[in-house]
C-alpha cells in the first residue's frame, strides 16, 4: 500500500505534530537513498526544521517547498543521487522538493562497522 502524503503546509507549527511527523519521514526517506552520507545543515548551520526540544538540520519544510541539503558519498553519481532523493521526498509531500548537495564525503572505516 503506497504511504499517503503528508498534509505539509503553511497550517503546520511545531506543536501539532504533522511537521514533527513529516521531518522524521522526509529525514528516514533520504537517508535510505543510497550514497547519501548524511543530512547536512548548511554553510552556517541555516537549514533545520526546529521542533519541540531539538531541530532537525539537513530539513527545512516551508509553507510553499522542501528544501533538503545532504553529504554525499564520494564517487557516487550525483545528479542521479539527487533525482533518488526528490523522487523519495516527493512521495511524502505535494510540496516541491529542491535537494543541494552541500558536500561529498570519502568512504572512511569504522572499527565497530567496517565500511560506510
Do not use: K, N, W
Not at 503546520?12 to 514533527?20: K, T
Not at 521531518?23 to 554553510?43: D, F, K, N, Q, Y
Not at 532523493?85 to 567496517?114: F, K, N, S, Y
Amino acid at each position: 500500500m503506497p504511504t499517503p502524503r503528508l498534509p505539509v503546509s503553511s497550517d503546520a507549527s511545531p506543536g501539532d505534530g504533522v511537521l514533527e511527523d513529516a521531518t522524521e519521514r522526509i529525514a528516514a526517506a533520504v537517508s535510505a537513498v543510497e550514497g547519501v552520507a548524511g543530512l547536512h545543515p548548511g554553510m552556517f548551520g541555516e537549514v533545520a526544521t526546529y521542533l519541540p526540544g531539538r531541530r532537525v538540520s539537513g530539513i527545512r519544510i516551508a509553507a510553499d517547498r522542501v528544501d533538503v541539503h545532504v553529504s554525499l558519498v564520494l564517487g557516487v553519481p550525483v545528479r542521479p543521487t539527487a533525482t533518488a532523493i526528490q523522487r523519495a521526498v516527493a512521495h511524502l509531500t505535494e510540496l516541491p522538493v529542491d535537494v543541494t548537495i552541500e558536500d561529498l564525503v570519502p568512504v572512511t572505516p569504522t572499527p565497530d562497522r567496517g565500511l560506510q
